[in-house]
């Protein structure tokens, strides 16, 4: 139920679950350690603190929901639970190279400690709907591509930096962080990041 409510990723899904649930019913005790805010039933749980985590050797089973690439902590007991709460807004040139387009993204990931499965949607601006490696990362990706018009756009693109060179050739002053703050309704919380030919921005959905 926590999975679905945060729609989760989960390595091994199925034998994970089960195994959690079996413990949980059998009262064995299971830590869950949440690192940020989500809204969650959490019963049946031991919460952890941070300090907990340090000390993985103590514990046998334990729940990390996180959506970061890398924690701070390793462990072969940590099932962890990826919420899919992170949307990307893309921006880039024409006819960018798709294999160019995932290794930057790759890239801004690892940069910003991002798992991969934290990622829910990106979106892009209208003139863009058929920018092939666009649609490449979202089928990579397998989330839905959301396509930004210049109107929308505009609505929020004072907001962010300026580029007169993008105005010129899209019809707003910006794309990825507009379309990262449309993607998540203004929370905003990493700003356009450039790479070849290709800017990322991100923002986080409420769970």
């Not at 072969?76 to 993204?105: A, E, R, T, Y």
């Not at 907001?159 to 010129?168: C, M, T």
Request: contains cysteine; glycine residues 6%; hydrophobic residues 40%.
């Amino acid at each position: 139920m926590i999975a679905k409510r945060l729609d989760g990723y989960i390595e091994n899904f199925r034998d994970n679950v089960l195994k959690v649930n079996s413990m949980i019913v059998n009262n064995k005790p299971v830590g869950l350690f949440i690192d940020g805010d989500y809204n969650i039933d959490t019963r049946g749980f031991t919460i952890l603190k941070y300090e907990d985590m340090l000390n993985l050797d103590k514990r046998n089973n334990v729940v990390v929901i996180s959506n970061k690439q890398k924690l701070d902590f390793e462990s072969k007991k940590i099932i962890k639970l990826v919420p899919k709460d992170i949307v990307l807004g893309v921006g880039c040139k024409k006819n960018i190279d798709s294999k160019h387009m995932k290794d930057s993204l790759r890239e801004f990931l690892y940069i910003n400690n991002i798992d991969k499965n934290a990622i829910k949607a990106i979106g892009s601006i209208e003139i863009k709907k058929d920018e092939q490696a666009i649609i490449d990362l979202a089928n990579y990706l397998g989330v839905p591509f959301k396509i930004f018009t210049v109107e929308e756009i505009a609505q929020v693109d004072y907001l962010y930096s300026e580029s007169e060179w993008v105005k010129k050739n899209v019809g707003v002053y910006s794309v990825a962080e507009p379309c990262a703050h449309l993607l998540s309704e203004g929370n905003m919380i990493i700003e356009k990041q450039k790479f070849k030919g290709i800017t990322f921005s991100a923002g986080r959905v409420n769970k």
